[in-house]
């Protein structure tokens, strides 16, 4: 069974510029979360979707976005790039067996490694 | 204080000691904890999921939970040079309808031949 893919693997944007980065989950999953991971804050919680509705957000700003198709793929979108925004984009998918059940594990990609010059 | 806490390390050991590692967390409503591994330049990956306190074993690794010390460990025996590698622990409360899980900063290990 195929991971959780995400691409492209790297990205180097200028400020101000916006990025949209792509998830594929595992098959037959259909919640997908979005983490940020930095060196200094370790890995932050962005967003979760499950049905292609947004269940849960952490503690971003509005530039960052996202949403989920009908196949389960996610895609995540940051505008207004900041210097700051450099960082590892990390998605991960989980198995629900159905209302809401979250008890099962997240399983992670390998990342976006976004640069922000 | 953050939710978790994890010793960032570096922590250097000799192949074939015994690894331990650790957090602590100040969150109560945790239910669920896990430990990942990560290598460099690649994803998390998914090593011991536990569900409330206890013990769980697979291989040459031990998970152990204790909810009243609000402690996690992981232990690694026979440690090998690919255990290289940064660990990371993570926890999620048990409401339902939503996954979020809330991680220690990461624990780096080398495991010298």
């Known amino acids: 069974k195929a991971g959780v893919t995400q691409t492209p693997r790297y990205l180097i944007k200028t400020r101000g510029q916006q990025v949209t980065l792509s998830c594929s989950p595992i098959s037959g999953h259909r919640s997908v979360s979005w983490y940020q991971q930095t060196p200094g804050q370790g890995l932050q919680f962005l967003f979760e979707?499950?049905?292609?509705?947004?269940?849960n957000k952490g503690n971003f700003p509005g530039r960052f976005s996202g949403r989920q198709f009908s196949n389960s793929r996610s895609e995540m979108n940051v505008s207004t790039l900041e210097l700051g925004d450099s960082a590892l984009y990390l998605c991960?998918?989980?198995?629900?067996?159905?209302?809401?059940?979250?008890?099962?594990?997240?399983?992670f990609g390998n990342g976006t490694r976004l640069t922000v010059t | 204080q953050k939710e978790v806490e994890q010793d960032p390390g570096p922590l250097s050991v000799p192949e074939g000691a015994i690894v331990s590692l650790n957090c602590t967390y100040s969150?109560?409503?945790?239910?669920?904890f896990m430990w990942y591994r990560q290598y460099s330049r690649k994803g998390p990956e998914l090593l011991m999921y536990?569900?409330?306190?206890g013990n769980k074993e697979d291989g040459r690794f031990t998970a152990q939970v204790d909810k009243s010390s609000k402690y996690i460990s992981l232990f690694i025996r026979d440690s090998q040079p690919s255990d290289s590698a940064t660990y990371l622990c993570a926890m999620k409360n048990s409401g339902a309808g939503s996954y979020q899980l809330t991680f220690g900063k990461g624990t780096k290990l080398s495991v010298i031949p």
């Open positions: 991960a998918s989980s198995f629900e067996p159905g209302q809401g059940m979250t008890n099962s594990p997240l399983h």
């Open positions: 969150n109560s409503a945790f239910q669920y």
């Open positions: 536990t569900y409330s306190s």
């Open positions: 979707y499950f049905s292609e509705t947004q269940r």
